[in-house]
């Protein structure tokens, strides 16, 4: 017969089994530190490379909002192992909300505010929905979520309805009119993507993290040793969807505005394309995948206007080929070999 203790012993030792990869990533997060000063420092620095091109800064501030974006739906892939089809909803969730906001007079900060806290308590509703079941059937429930949802915004008249929602106003920042140009707006976008970042580093840091780790690993092992599978992945789907809506706050203040193709049902699955190039469980590979998406895209439309999208689809074809750690695992392999080569 096994004693309280004993079992208490049994129960530690098995959680320090599962959680082990989780902490040897550690290690791999003490390497990652030169991400974020590398991100900050190519960001502040894009503006002066381009000479402050307007479109050029636009195009990197959709890259950011969409990276943003991504680096949400990396926490639900990459991290919990769950696939969601229905990841473009929390775009359109975060623009239609601090875009009505923005056109009744709100200032930037409670916008962004308000924005995340509608998104988490509706991202908490549906999450409790969809995780109650795992794989094909979340990703299925994820998809009809999303189409609700986009189906939903397409019925309310005041926020533009089938049109969209366009001539959306810039907000004042603390009172203050800071965003009077494309690079105010390109840093606007920055600044949420880096928040973004230090946030999803700070949680898959944590033992919110590990637990993550292990339900993507091992639902069975996990829930042996008493993790609750469906609190942690209701919670993942939340912060998921906050960023995703952080995200969709940097797109329609770039854009000034959003329609319905950016985010129906099909947007979803880009999101998970420029995922998978970038490079997923890595949260700054969601970045690098939008920035290769939005200027390649951009430069095979205006240089082969009709067959685009055969170069598009061969290019990232050819990457997820090459690539199967996307461009944040190459990154990785390189800074690896790099640390050693003897000195």
Same mark, same amino acid.
């Given at each position: 017969?096994?004693t309280?203790? %004993?079992?208490?012993t049994?129960?530690?030792?098995?959680t @320090?089994?599962?959680?082990?990869?989780?902490?040897?990533?550690?290690? $791999?997060?003490?390497?990652?530190?030169w991400?974020?000063?590398?991100?900050i420092?190519? /960001?502040i620095?894009?503006?002066?490379?381009?000479? =402050?091109?307007?479109? =050029?800064?636009?195009?990197?501030?959709?890259?950011?909002?969409?990276?943003?974006?991504?680096?949400?739906?990396?926490?639900l892939v990459?991290?919990i192992?769950?696939?969601?089809f /229905?990841?473009?909803?929390w775009?359109?969730?975060?623009?239609?909300?601090?875009?009505?906001?923005?056109?009744q007079?709100?200032?930037?900060?409670?916008?962004?505010?308000v924005?995340?806290? &509608?998104?988490?308590g509706?991202?908490?509703?549906?999450?409790?929905?969809?995780?109650r079941?795992?794989?094909?059937?979340?990703a299925?429930?994820?998809?009809?979520?999303?189409?609700v +949802?986009?189906?939903?915004?397409?019925?309310?008249?005041?926020?533009?309805?089938g049109i969209?929602m366009? /001539?959306? *106003?810039?907000?004042?920042?603390?009172?203050?009119?800071?965003?009077?140009?494309e690079?105010?707006?390109?840093?606007?976008?920055?600044?949420?993507?880096?928040?973004?970042?230090?946030?999803?580093?700070?949680?898959?840091?944590?033992? $919110?993290?590990? &637990?993550?780790?292990?339900?993507?690993?091992? @639902?069975?092992?996990?829930q042996?040793? !008493?993790?609750?599978?469906q609190?942690?992945?209701?919670?993942?789907?939340v912060?998921?969807?906050v960023?995703?809506?952080?995200g969709?706050?940097?797109?329609?203040?770039?854009?000034? !505005?959003? %329609? *319905?193709?950016?985010?129906?049902?099909?947007q979803?699955?880009?999101?998970?394309?420029? +995922?998978?190039?970038g490079?997923?469980?890595? +949260?700054?590979?969601?970045?690098?995948?939008?920035v290769?998406?939005?200027?390649?895209s =951009?430069?095979?439309?205006?240089?082969f206007?009709?067959t685009?999208?055969?170069? &598009?689809?061969?290019?990232?074809?050819?990457?997820?080929?090459?690539?199967?750690?996307?461009?944040? !695992?190459l990154?990785?392999l390189?800074?690896?070999?790099? @640390?050693? @080569?003897p000195?």
């Amino acid at each position: 017969m096994i004693t309280g203790s %004993g079992q208490t012993t049994g129960l530690a030792t098995r959680t @320090r089994t599962l959680l082990a990869p989780g902490a040897r990533t550690a290690g $791999v997060a003490s390497r990652r530190r030169w991400v974020l000063p590398a991100v900050i420092a190519i /960001g502040i620095a894009f503006p002066f490379v381009v000479s =402050n091109d307007a479109y =050029n800064l636009q195009l990197a501030g959709d890259a950011l909002a969409l990276g943003t974006w991504v680096m949400g739906l990396d926490i639900l892939v990459g991290y919990i192992g769950l696939v969601s089809f /229905g990841h473009a909803a929390w775009l359109a969730v975060g623009a239609y909300t601090f875009g009505y906001l923005a056109q009744q007079g709100w200032d930037a900060v409670p916008a962004i505010a308000v924005t995340v806290v &509608f998104t988490a308590g509706l991202s908490w509703l549906m999450g409790i929905v969809a995780t109650r079941a795992g794989g094909l059937a979340f990703a299925i429930i994820t998809l009809a979520e999303g189409v609700v +949802l986009y189906t939903l915004i397409l019925h309310l008249g005041f926020l533009g309805g089938g049109i969209g929602m366009f /001539g959306v *106003p810039l907000p004042h920042i603390a009172g203050f009119g800071l965003l009077g140009s494309e690079q105010s707006l390109y840093f606007f976008a920055l600044v949420l993507a880096v928040m973004s970042y230090v946030l999803l580093r700070s949680l898959v840091a944590s033992p $919110v993290g590990g &637990f993550w780790r292990a339900i993507r690993d091992d @639902r069975v092992r996990a829930q042996s040793i !008493g993790i609750e599978l469906q609190r942690y992945e209701v919670l993942g789907f939340v912060v998921a969807a906050v960023i995703g809506a952080v995200g969709g706050i940097g797109f329609v203040a770039v854009n000034a !505005g959003i %329609g *319905p193709a950016q985010f129906d049902w099909s947007q979803s699955g880009l999101a998970l394309v420029i +995922l998978i190039v970038g490079g997923s469980g890595t +949260l700054y590979g969601a970045l690098i995948g939008a920035v290769i998406y939005v200027f390649a895209s =951009n430069y095979l439309t205006s240089s082969f206007a009709s067959t685009w999208q055969v170069y &598009f689809g061969a290019l990232f074809v050819a990457l997820v080929l090459l690539l199967p750690g996307g461009v944040a !695992g190459l990154l990785r392999l390189a800074s690896g070999r790099l @640390r050693r @080569r003897p000195a």
